[in-house]
T-cell receptor, first 118, second 113 residues
Framework: GAVVSQHPSWVICKSGTSVKIECRSLDFQATTMFWYRQFPKKSLMLMATSNEGSKATYEQGVEKDKFLINHASLTLSTLTVTSAHPEDSSFYIC??????????????FGPGTRLTVT | AQSVTQLGSHVSVSEGALVLLRCNYSSSVPPYLFWYVQYPNQGLQLLLKYTSAATLVKGINGFEAEFKKSETSFHLTKPSAHMSDAAEYFCAVRTGTASKLTFGTGTRLQVTL
């Protein structure tokens, strides 16, 4: 149980185009999902907290107009990188909080999406 | 504010040797502490977690960690390293059920023959 999937697992796009990444909780409901960015050999940087049915909360320094987050259902959140540039190339990881896990609100991580912008 | 410090960005051990990965935390309230493992090009897998119950926490793959409040530490150990343990390990802290996870910078574990 508690599986989180991401699609696609990797994507290459041209500079200036937009890319959508999906994060799904497969066997539990998640009112809250998180989006992280990980640079090579670096830790995870929280980009935003995605809440079902409401606007995402972005961390300081993250451009909300560039990284559009939509959490339209209890099992799906999407991250759209708009007008992508080479500096947006990174490994993007989502996690989902199991709202039914009593007390601890466990987070489960997806396998990540490697984005390369050429 | 909460933070995590992982000492040593790279640790190398021989197969069969003790693994010790260090993690110190800073938190103004009792923390929840986690260790995650990440294999290349994959997401994070939870190894173990401390939730204010027993201070010695046992996790998967033979790993365990001990919460020491006096030392503000949560070091990860494994008695005998296996080649399959080679990966990146992250310590993380959270203060409360609804707050965000804060990750350390990670420690890459290398296991040699």
């Amino acid at each position: 149980g508690a599986v989180v999937s991401q699609h696609p697992s990797w994507v290459i796009c041209k500079s200036g185009t937009s890319v959508k990444i999906e994060c799904r909780s497969l066997d539990f409901q998640a009112t809250t999902m998180f989006w992280y960015r990980q640079f090579p050999k670096k830790s995870l940087m929280l980009m935003a907290t995605s809440n079902e049915g409401s606007k995402a909360t972005y961390e300081q320094g993250v451009e909300k107009d560039k990284f559009l987050i939509n959490h339209a259902s209890l099992t799906l959140s999407t991250l759209t990188v708009t007008s992508a540039h080479p500096e947006d190339s990174s490994f993007y990881i989502c996690s989902a909080r199991d709202q039914a896990s009593v007390g601890l609100y466990e987070q489960y991580f997806g396998p990540g999406t490697r984005l390369t912008v050429t | 504010a909460q933070s995590v410090t992982q000492l040593g960005s790279h640790v190398s051990v021989s197969e069969g040797a003790l693994v010790l990965l260090r993690c110190n935390y800073s938190s103004s309230v009792p923390p929840y502490l986690f260790w995650y493992v990440q294999y290349p090009n994959q997401g994070l897998q939870l190894l173990l977690k401390y939730t204010s119950a027993a201070t010695l926490v046992k996790g998967i793959n033979g790993f365990e960690a001990e919460f020491k409040k006096s030392e503000t530490s949560f070091h990860l150990t494994k008695p005998s390293a296996h080649m399959s343990d080679a990966a990146e390990y992250f310590c993380a802290v959270r203060t409360g059920t609804a707050s965000k996870l804060t990750f350390g910078t990670g420690t890459r574990l290398q296991v040699t023959l």
